[in-house]
Each structure stands twice: as C-alpha cells, then as structure tokens.
T-cell receptor, first 113, second 114 residues
Framework: AQSVTQLDSHVSVSEGTPVLLRCNYSSSYSPSLFWYVQHPNKGLQLLLKYTSAATLVKGINGFEAEFKKSETSFHLTKPSAHMSDAAEYFCVVSDGNFNKFYFGSGTKLNVKP | NAGVTQTPKFQVLKTGQSMTLQCAQDMNHEYMSWYRQDPGMGLRLIHYSVGAGITDQGEVPNGYNVSRSTTEDFPLRLLSAAPSQTSVYFC?????????????FGQGTRLTVV
C-alpha cells in the first residue's frame, strides 16, 4: 500500500531564509513521488517529480527535493524563500499505474517579510 | 490548450438535492479521477477511470456516482447531497505513460451543502 506523511502541518519562515518541508513515504515498490503546490483558492500545480532517474530532483521556482530510500523520505527544500512561495504544499505518491495518487495532509508555508 | 476543465466553480445545494459536477480534458488522457479536499486531510480519491466504459471506487466513494462514456468527460454525480459532502472537488487526468506521468488537475469546484 502507498501512503505519505507530511511531518509539519504549518511551517513559517522569513523571506530570504531556507525552506524545508518534510515528507516520508510508504510504498510497496519503487515509488513515484511528486510535490504539488496550491495557492489560496487555486488548483494544484506540479512542482517536481521523482521517477528514479536521479535522487536529487529540481523543480520550478527554485525548489528541489532529494529522494532518500534508506530514510523513506522526499523532503522539499528551497535555499531562499520568497513571499510568493506562501501556499500549501502536498507530497504525493502514485500507485505505479498512475491512475491513483495518494496525498499527504499538506503543509501550509507562511513567509514573513 | 484548456487542460482539465471543471464546472461549476461554486455551487450551493440543499440537503437531499442531486447534482452533477462536470469534468472535461482535452489531452487525450486515458486516466481520470475525482478527489475531494477537506481541511487537514489532503486530497482523497473518490472514483477513478482507466478508460472509457471503465470506472472503479477510490477511498471515499459513498454518496457519489460516476460514468465514463467518452475519453474526454468524467462527470461526478451526487445522488442525495448531505452536509458531509461540503468540500472542494478536484478532477484530475493522467496518461498511461509509465514513470514520467503526473496528474493534471482542474481548478476545483467548491460545493456547500446546507
């Protein structure tokens, strides 16, 4: 069975400081993992995806994530937060057939001026 | 290129009413699915389809019905609305492409049942 756990429901950072959003996954086989972002009252936008080609994945807007099999983690990072990064972020694992996606409960990122 | 289009964007229903949420995609994706988003719970899968004429239940299917007569459309029917179905509903599509496949989402339908 597939599942993801996002370890923080809320994260608050100051503009210009690093961002770390944590995600642990459970999967019965080699997982396909994704991070999506949702700005207030908007749909979901793909930030990045891991599909076993490389453990460090670069996404849009300066975000990246590192797949660590030994730790079953796929944490999202950004070196320097921007006000426009304030949103909710979801870690997602697919079932391998890509017709079902399992979402974490989400992490709301607040960026302070 | 419209992607995944959901209608309506907002809807208020009275308890016991029925309605259909529409979803259409123009990317010729085989897979389509419906999710509901509730605070603190992420998105949960309601129903999904792997192709025209094929549907199956997800995690929270009770009170919802789906059909898929064409590749493009995947409507979600609420049979008798209940306040517990107040939520934001997202339709998604993806293609049968293996490890590089992600889900594409519509803009959501915010449903309130009073």
């Amino acid at each position: 069975a597939q599942s993801v756990t996002q370890l923080d429901s809320h994260v608050s950072v100051s503009e210009g400081t690093p961002v770390l959003l944590r995600c642990n996954y459970s999967s019965s086989y080699s997982p396909s993992l994704f991070w999506y972002v949702q700005h207030p009252n908007k749909g979901l936008q793909l930030l990045l995806k891991y599909t076993s080609a490389a453990t460090l994945v670069k996404g849009i807007n300066g975000f990246e994530a590192e797949f660590k099999k030994s730790e079953t983690s796929f944490h999202l990072t950004k070196p320097s937060a921007h006000m426009s990064d304030a949103a909710e972020y979801f870690c997602v694992v697919s079932d391998g057939n890509f017709n079902k996606f399992y979402f974490g409960s989400g992490t709301k990122l607040n960026v302070k001026p | 290129n419209a992607g995944v289009t959901q209608t309506p964007k907002f809807q208020v229903l009275k308890t016991g009413q029925s309605m259909t949420l529409q979803c259409a995609q123009d990317m010729n994706h085989e897979y389509m699915s419906w999710y509901r988003q509730d605070p603190g719970m992420g998105l949960r899968l309601i129903h999904y389809s792997v192709g025209a004429g094929i549907t199956d239940q997800g995690e929270v299917p009770n009170g919802y019905n789906v059909s898929r007569s064409t590749t493009e459309d995947f409507p979600l029917r609420l049979l008798s609305a209940a306040p517990s179905q107040t939520s934001v509903y997202f339709c998604a599509s993806s293609y049968r492409g293996g490890a590089n496949t992600e889900a594409f989402f519509g803009q959501g339908t915010r449903l309130t049942v009073v």
